[in-house]
Structure formats: C-alpha cells, structure tokens
C-alpha cells in the first residue's frame, strides 16, 4: 500500500478523462498529509514583514485516545494557522502532551491490578518505568490521531510535560516562587480522594447533585454560672454531614441573627463526645439557611476552617484519609464514614436530639478519576499564594492587553481571580514532576534547589532525602507558552515566538488554565503569553446531552473520519459551532459534509474535463476581463465572499465563514455559473476561453477560501486543477495549496448592477422550475414563456439562452408591456417583471381537473374513514395513547390534503 501511494506521488494522471468518477478520502488523506510533513509546510517560514503567528496546543492527556473535544480544538487551532500561513505570516503551531499525573497513574495502576499487584509492590522505581512504557504508546498514538485530523502542527517542536527542558522550567518555576516567599509548606484544608490517596485540584472534582437529607440536631448548652437548675436550654443547627458532629468545635451564628444575639458567648455541649465548644458571632454565616446557627468543624469544611482560624478554634480530625473515623469519634472510631452516620444518627434519635430530617439534594464532590466522594480535609501540602499573582492577570484582561471570545466570559474570569484562594500544588503520587525540596534526617534542614542535592550543606550530612509528593499536572501545564519555546534558556525561538497570539481551548477550563497561564506568562516572562482567548463549547450529541461512556452516546472521531472523511468531520464541527457554545453533532450533518466533499469533486472534475483543451492556465482574478453577465456576477460575489469570509475568520466567527463559502461553492457557484457556463461554452473559441478562465479561477479561488476548513479534498483537487491546466510548469505534485496565497478583495470586480440584474435572472429561473414541478410536467419537455419585461427587456434577451437552458423553456417571448394577461397561463411575478406560462404547454386542464376530483373524492373517503375510528370510544379507550395520536396526526395530514387539493382544483377551473 505505502509503495503505490509513493508511485501516486510521483507519477500524474496525464489523461484527464482517467480522473477517478468519486472522491475517496482514505486514498487522498494520509498522501496529503505525509507530503506536507515531510515537505516542511508546517514549520514557520519567516516574514519579517509580518508578525509572528503562533498557537501553542492545549497539550491532550496521555491516557488513551483523542475525543471529539480534542477534534474540535484541533480543528478550530488548524483553520487558523492555515488561514495565517496562507496570509504569508510565519505561523507555528507547536504540539505537545501532557503527563497527566493522577489520571495516568490511575490507569496504570488498574493495569497493574489486573496483573495481581501494584505500584508498592513493585516499587516507585519500577512503577515510573512502567507508566513511562505505556506513555510511548500512546503519546505516538496521539500524535498519529492528531495527524488524521490533518494538524499541521511543527512536529519537530513537540513538547511533553516530562520533557527535560519543562521539567527545568518547573524546576526554575519552584524555586523562584519559593525565593519570592509566595510557595509555602502549611496546613490547609484541601481535596482529599480516599481511593486515590492524594489531595486532588479542584477541577479534577466533579460536583453531582445528589439526593440526601438535611438532618436537625440539638446541642445542649451549658448552664451560666450560677444559674438555677432547671430545663435544659438547646440549640439546634442543621446539617448533611452529621458525622462530622464529632469533630465540631464550635457553633456560629450571624451577629446581626435577633434570635441568637444573647447566645453569642455561651457554651454548648457536642452530643455523645460532650466535648465544650463556644458559640461564635461570624459574618459568613447565612442567616436564612438551616436554623441560622452552623456547626463549625474546621478540620472537614473550607468554610468552617476560616471560621475557626478567625475564632482560633481548634481542629478535631474525625475522618482519616482512608475515609474511616479516627480515635477522635469516640465510640465511632474505625468506622467507615457513611457507616458511622447511620449509626450516629441512630443514637441521637435515642436521645432525643434529632429534630427532624429533610430530604436535601446535596452537591457531592466525587474524584473525577475513581469516582468517590472527597473528603475535605487538612493536611500539610505545598501551596503558592495567588492574590499577588492573580492582580496583573485580571488587569491584563480589564484594560485591553488580552481579548476574551466571546467577551461574556470576562465575568467567569474576573469572578474567579477576584475571589482566588491559594493553590494547593502538591500531590502525593509517584507520577509527575517531584517537588525540588530535601530535607536533612541529621540536622532537621530543608533545602529548595534547582539541582538534585546529595549532601545537607547545613551540615554536609549524606542522610539526604527528597520530598516525596509530585507537583500538580497543572504546575507545569501553566508554564506552556513558554515552556515550550526553551524558558528558561535564551533560546532563538523564545523572543521570536513569544508572547503567542491566541489561547484556543474549551471554555471549562477558563480558570484551571487559561487564567493560570496569564499569571505565570505575566510575572516570567514581563507580559502576557497571548492576545487573545478563544474559548469553544462542548460538542453534545444530536439531543444535546453530554457525551459520555456511560450513556453509550460517545462518538470516536477516528470512526466518523474512517466512515465520512476528516474532511467532513472537520467541516461538520467548524460550522456547527459558535464561540462559547456548546454544539449538537448531529449526523445528518456529517452525511451532509461528506456530500459536499463529493460535490466539490464532481464540479472540480466537470470543469477540468470541460476546459482540458482548452488554453490559457489559470489567470488571476485581477487578470479576468468578464464578457457576460454570468461572468461578472461571479466575480462580484466572490468579492463579496472573499471580503466576508476574511472578515468573519479575523473575527473568530469561523462557523459563518465555513457556511458561506458552502453556500457560495455549492449554489451560486455550481448550481449557477457553472450551469450557466454551459450555456457559454457553445460559443466561439474566444467565449470559450474567457469562460475557461473564469471557471478555473473562481475553482481555484474557492479551493483557497475552503483549504483551511477541508484541507484534504482541497489540496488533492487543487493539484490537479494545477497539473492538468499548467503542463508546462507544474509538476506534480504542484508547489502546495497550504501555502497559496489567501485571495484579496478587489473593489474593481465589484458590480452591483449584475448582482441586481443575475438576481432577478435567478428569480426567473427558479419560478419557471417550481411552476413546472407543480404541474408535473416532464423534466425534458420545454414549455412556452412570455415575459413583460419593462426596463430589463434588453437584459433579459441576452439573458435568454441561459433561461432556455437552466429552466427548459422555448426561447422566451420578451416584450417592454403587455396589453393584456394572456388567456389560459399561469401568471407568475418576479419583481416587477410578468412572466406568463400558457397552459396549453403545460398540461390538459381538462384532465388534470378530473384527476383532482378523484384525488379529493379519495382523500375525503379517509377523512370520514379516520374520523369513524376516532368517534368510537371503545377504541380511544382501549388502544394505546400513543396509537391514538398517531391515528389523530393521519387525520389532521388527510384534512390538509384535501385543503390544498381543492385550492388547486380552483385555481386550475379559474383558468378553464
């Protein structure tokens, strides 16, 4: 196979007659593909006229294979540096993946369980290795689906997280901030998963509305000092968590709450530990929720550790990080977490302390990997302060140096840097880039440093170990626009390619990188790393759910492309998407696209076979001298769509730009010019080259507009297009449509006189067809049509050979006005003009008014049948609903048939 698309390569179809009769995406794509490759089309061809363009890929996980998320960022990232390559900027598109620390060690490890062992079994030695094996599998394998989607990505700069030259970036990254006193070591409540035993990012936490119960539970107070024995006084709060009402150590309520104003103060008594814990005025509680007053239990709740560090309440840890209870839960102790809330709850009924319990829906955060809940709790983890890192960033947005599209996520944007907590960067796996920091067994020393250190040099103790815990895979990710241009060295490639000049990527990852990404670009590298942040949706199925494996509603792109083509995969998720939304792909549409991959071919393969004989190359657009109305149609509206899709693709707006150049090829081109070259192409030998010329030229033109968006189809039929109408200078394969240039406007071509005077043409043609389609007349057979044509009558006599052909009429009976309507047409009116379709040619009245009294005698037969049948009450009542509405929606298609038979029996008897 590879040797006969070598040979492919090298040796032309000289015939043109022998040009293949239907487009095959699989013999064209991995030929097209391995020869711009290996040609050196995807690296950056210097333009010192022009500014750089340059995308960094959203580097994809090495976890398996590429979802249509990733096809369509490598779509949108594709048409855009096509697009800029073909304008003559010097564009890189550098790739990459990422290590994915706690997803590709999951996955690894249940490869390992199916093996009968695990990562402590063998070691972190041999564990690494193993993830580092199953990595060059599929980082190759990413890359190669990447290459299916046609990314004409610069593979000689592609870039992996684990690199050498990234890791050093990480290092120099740590370190800095380390220096800068913004990385920290400290306690702090953090994700924790239980099953992947590590604290998590909080993007790696899926919230799932879940049902659950709100549970109200009574804390006895501790009598005031000498108080009178009596009743005792209780406070109740409300909770989802009651197993945490073991490590409370306090109570808070909102200072301004009237109902607790005189509580503040005083002590309540935690049920079953009787542990003593004050009640607290704090303004972070809600007033409204619950009963107003809030268990406070700092070890298990973000909030509630705020809370008590402002109180200085101590931290009870009742839940362990193997989500058990720890000997803090008393009686409790040992218990599985959920366990010991069934069995608390139990003995505060037994109490008498549980008020009541409401049903609750409760937003649980469940690890994105192993799908358990997390379990909030503290422990001492590596953070970076982001206050002084997040100020600039959201400047760089407020004040113009970064554009967001669609501009309605600014918001997104600014809520969360202006809300920003610190980020907790430590992991505890094996996977991913270790934490640069020793610690000395001997003198207690901890040591931050951008090499590996082997001896203390506090105390030159060789007891030197490195701290175990991994930086989060987001650590390095950050670093990206520039990390992979050589920072920290002074590379070539940095100043030139830095900063980027757009952040493609999906819009649900705004805050988790995109934002992160700006800070570090801003406080590294002095300015932000890109000017603009696109942001695309999710691609739902065709009901517009999320796609996902459990729903068994998740489409492989390689499937779609082995079935329908990249092309059409392409095209379906440029055009069906809009910036910031998320997008249904809907089959149809595939099938569709895969049609006008095809209808590109046969009209580029009519062309080439009509005009192979025809001299004269192909001419540039401003070379084109028209001669007919046709031809300076054409070229006024290519004008229009040049300036359009120019405009529309600068601006982000690629689903237009793809929707009008289809609707350009496919009708004003195709059905349009090309049928009305037909009409040209019976001329003399000078008509004939001039129409020659401009079906070329437009072909060639379109292939330009349309090569960003379908680069495959494209490129095979611009070479032959080149081959077959350029002998002399081509060779084949000719030099590459992937750098032709882009068409420019030109104002001279513009006419809006033959736009006006094409359009009522068309107007024309498209009554006479659908008038003949009414009446049924055979496709073959030419019907008489006279035309009061005012104004326009000279137009439309040149005109006339194009009406006879496009709409099968006798030449047309042209006159300025008539002095009456003739007797027995049909009258038809594009604008102002008249056109008037006699009978007689058309069909029998006679007949055709006795076939539609049989047609309505039919219809009304089933109207009475239908409405028999639904007048039977027995039948409503003992066939399905569904049966029934089906029977009704018959019933309501018969009676609009009969409704639109009779207007035509009338219509038709008005003429008699």
Known sequence: MIEQEKTRETTPITDVAALPKAYEPQAVEARWYRFWEEGGYFKPRPNPARKPFVISMPPPNVTGALHLGHAITATLEDIMIRYHRMQGDETLWVPG??????????????LLATEGTDRHKIGREAFVERIWQWVHQYKSRIQDQHRRLGASCDWSRERFTLDEGLSKAVREVFVRLYEEGLIYRGERIINWCPVCMSAISDLEVNHVNTPGKLTYVRYPLKPLEGQAAGETEYISVATTRPETILGDTGIAVNPSDPRYKDLVGRIAIVPVVNREIPIVGDEAVEAGFGTGAVKVTPAHDPVDFEIGARHDLPRVQVIGFDARMTSEAGPYAGQDRYEARKNLVADLEKMGLVVKTEDYTVPLGRCQRSDTVIEPLISKQWFIKMAPLATPALNAVKYGQIKIVPERFNKTYFDWLENIHDWCISRQLWWGHRIPVWYCDACGEMIVSREDVTACPQCDSAQIRQDEDVL???????????????????????????????????????????????????????????????????VRDAKGEKMSKSKANAVDPLEVMDKFGTDALR????????????????DERIVGNRNFANKIWNASRFVLMKTADIG???????????????????LHRFQRLTRSVTRLI??????????????????DYCDWYVESAKVQM????QAQQNTAAILRAVLDQSLRLLHPFMPFVTEEVWQ??????EPDKAAWPASALIVASWPQ???????????????????????????????????????????????????????????????????????????????QAMSLLAGAVEIYLPLAGLLDIGKELERLDKEIAQARQEVARLQGKLSNQNFVARAKPEVVEKEREKLAAQEERVTKLQSRHSELASLK
């Open 97 to 110: 993946e990422d290590h994915a620390g706690i997803a590709t060690q999951t996955v690894v490890e249940r």
């Open 616 to 634: 004269g190359g192909i001419p540039t657009i401003d070379s084109l001298r028209p001669q007919t109305l046709a031809d300076r149609w054409i």
């Open 472 to 538: 989060d895979t987001w650590f390095s990710s950050w670093l990206w626009p520039f990390s992979t241009l050589g920072w920290p060295d002074n590379t070539a490639d940095l100043p030139r390619y830095y900063p980027n000049a757009v952040m493609e990527t999906g819009y649900d990852i705004i805050f988790f990188w995109v934002a992160r990404m700006v800070m570090s670009g801003i406080h590294f590298m002095g300015n932000a790393p890109f000017s603009t942040i696109y942001l695309h949706g999710l």
């Open 745 to 823: 406007y030109n104002e001279a071509l513009v006419d809006e006189e033959a736009e006006r005077q094409f359009s009522l043409v068309q107007h024309v043609v498209t009554l006479i067809r659908d008038a003949r389609n009414q009446m049924n007349v055979e496709k073959s057979r030419r019907v008489s049509v006279i035309m009061a044509a005012g104004n326009d009558i000279e137009m439309f006599a040149a005109q006339s050979p194009v009406i006879e052909f496009l709409a099968t009429t006798e030449r047309p009976q042209l006159h300025a006005q008539l002095a009456q309507k003739p007797e």
């Open 650 to 667: 600068d601006d982000f707006q690629f689903g237009e730009a793809g929707r009008q150049i289809n609707e350009f090829f496919w009708s």
């Open 571 to 586: 095209f379906t998720l440029a055009t069906s998407s809009t910036p910031g939304n998320d997008m249904k792909l809907i």
């Open 682 to 685: 019976q001329g003399d030998e």
């Open 720 to 725: 032959y297009l080149y081959h077959f109408s």
